[in-house]
């Protein structure tokens, strides 16, 4: 049993507790859930950098990663770099995060938010509009296609953007439909944790121009940016990178800069 069917297991169990404890209707009222969310995708399209910054306490790879910093500020840090938008991490028993977290970025910045998420049950994705996201991550490693169209035709129905990751082409291939705005290849093997950009890089040529291209993992630098801008990558999602510093908002202002220049 790898790490992802591991957390998989866990999150079933975790969303029929919350299931029992919030009504749908409950979420659906949520003052959040009626207002108009904003495009990521589109962000990307008309971006130069492409920055998705990450809040991320910790992994199951690195364990501790920051534990000391309010999310607050680092949404607001992160909206002064001009970063495109935000990935907040949502699971707790495995990254230490919360739909808290979301709540709180989206009372402190006015940029597009990603729900980073282990989505297995559409109500997750009302959650994910209720707690203020604008876009939800689909991970087609633990879903089925019929699963994959389902889910990303309810998120759209509730104007949310779909990220779709995956770690090959054959996830790659049974992934291609229209309700997906941008398709994320993440550059990690969750069986070994190994971390190469080469898989964005082979992948790159079997995903139509239609989506944005977005490099997930292991993009540390920006000589890792200007490798991948090439092969029609628009998105580069940036985790540990910033996380792991004092002031992630200011690392990543220099990061953005250092990319312009």
């Given amino acids: 049993m790898n790490i992802l069917d591991k957390i998989t297991a866990d999150k079933r169990k975790e969303v029929d507790l919350r299931k029992s404890l919030i009504p749908i209707k409950q979420l659906e009222n949520s003052v959040l859930f009626q207002r108009n969310t904003f495009s990521l995708t589109e962000k990307l399209r008309n971006s130069n950098t492409g920055i998705i910054a990450e809040?991320?306490?910790r992994s199951p790879s690195k364990s501790e990663i920051n534990q000391n910093l309010n999310v607050q500020d680092v949404a607001q840090g992160?909206?002064?770099?001009?970063?495109?938008g935000m990935s907040v991490l949502t699971d707790s028993k495995y990254f230490g995060g919360s739909l808290d977290d979301l709540i709180l970025a989206r009372a402190s910045c006015n940029m597009?938010?990603?729900r980073k998420e282990f989505i297995i049950d559409?109500?997750?994705i009302l959650e994910a509009k209720a707690y203020g996201a604008d876009?939800?991550?689909?991970i087609a490693a633990i879903l089925s296609k019929a699963e994959i169209k389902q889910f990303s035709e309810f998120a759209k129905r509730l104007e949310l953007d779909v990220l779709l990751e995956v770690h090959n082409e054959e996830e790659l291939n049974k992934s291609i439909m229209p309700s997906l705005d941008m398709l994320g290849v993440n550059n990690r093997n969750l069986k070994t944790f190994e971390v190469s950009l080469e898989t964005s890089k082979q992948l790159s040529q079997y995903i139509p121009n239609d989506f944005v291209k977005v490099s997930e993992s292991g993009i540390s630098s920006v000589e890792a940016i200007k490798e991948l801008q090439p092969y029609g990558y628009k998105g580069f999602l940036i985790g540990e990178n910033f996380m792991k510093t004092d002031n992630p908002g200011t690392n990543a202002t220099e990061f953005i800069n250092r990319l312009e220049s």
């Fill in 112 to 114: 597009p938010l990603l």
């Fill in 55 to 57: 809040h991320k306490r």
């Fill in 78 to 84: 992160y909206e002064n770099a001009g970063v495109c």
């Fill in 122 to 124: 559409e109500y997750q």
């Fill in 135 to 138: 876009v939800i991550l689909l």
